[in-house]
T-cell receptor, first 115, second 108 residues
Framework: DTEVTQTPKHLVMGMTNKKSLKCEQH?????MYWYKQKAKKPPELMFV???????INESVPSRFSPECPNSSLLNLHLHALQPEDSALYLC??????????????FGPGTRLLVL | DAKTTQPNSMESNEEEPVHLPCNHSTISGTDYIHWYRQLPSQGPEYVIHGLTSNVNNRMASLAIAEDRKSSTLILHRATLRDAAVYYC?????????FGTGTSLTVIP
């Protein structure tokens, strides 16, 4: 099973709402990633977790809060977002997150609209 | 600054080979070259990767220049299902650095 699942598929939220995105993989991977993708642009790395510890935070605003409860699950908690945060949020996983040659497996993404 | 540069778009006739170029002139000796593709409303999908030698798999071939400053993804016979955005990516440390992508149109 090489699948990364993400829920929900679509999310509409107001600027005062709190919501969470969920990502799950059962490949035994120890690294998980959050990316943000705007329309017609490449994905931009937000966070990397390796062995359930946050290893990279690409200067992401604090209104995005990642959480890795265990090696199979990755959450992204959203609070007080701005309309410009509307984007496709992609989750990915890889074996260990320690090597440049690792293949990353991407989920289908959550399309977020902030009103 | 982007670590890889790619043409914005390319076209190919169905069942003909496609050569998608990528420049990565600042590549270091331990950086890997990855190619992923993304279909509409989907996440990126792995195509192929390599370090120095040319690579083949069931999906494609990767030709890497001797100085490693450029590479070419080769789809041997394009099908309509190959229409996608193709990203040339450098794997550096534990991060991926995406290029801007080439949108491939396959003409029936």
């Amino acid at each position: 099973d090489t699948e990364v699942t993400q829920t929900p598929k679509h999310l509409v939220m107001g600027m005062t709402n709190k919501k969470s995105l969920k990502c799950e993989q059962h490949m035994g991977h120890r690294a998980m990633y959050w990316y943000k993708q705007k329309a017609k642009k490449p994905p931009e790395l937000m966070f990397v977790y390796s062995y359930e510890k946050l290893s990279i935070n690409e200067s992401v605003p604090s209104r995005f809060s990642p959480e890795c409860p265990n090696s199979s699950l990755l959450n992204l908690h959203l609070h007080a977002l701005q309309p410009e945060d509307s984007a496709l949020y992609l989750c990915a996983s890889s074996q260990e997150g320690l090597a440049a040659q690792e293949t990353q497996y991407f989920g289908p993404g959550t399309r977020l609209l902030v009103l | 600054d982007a670590k890889t540069t790619q043409p914005n778009s390319m076209e190919s006739n169905e069942e003909e080979p496609v050569h998608l170029p990528c420049n990565h002139s600042t590549i270091s000796g331990t950086d890997y070259i990855h190619w992923y593709r993304q279909l509409p409303s989907q996440g990126p999908e792995y195509v192929i990767h390599g370090l120095t030698s040319n690579v083949n798999n069931r999906m494609a071939s990767l030709a890497i220049a001797e100085d490693r400053k450029s590479s070419t993804l080769i789809l041997h016979r394009a099908t309509l299902r190959d229409a996608a955005v193709y990203y040339c990516i450098l794997g550096v440390g534990n991060q991926f650095y995406f290029g801007t992508g080439t949108s491939l149109t396959v003409i029936p």
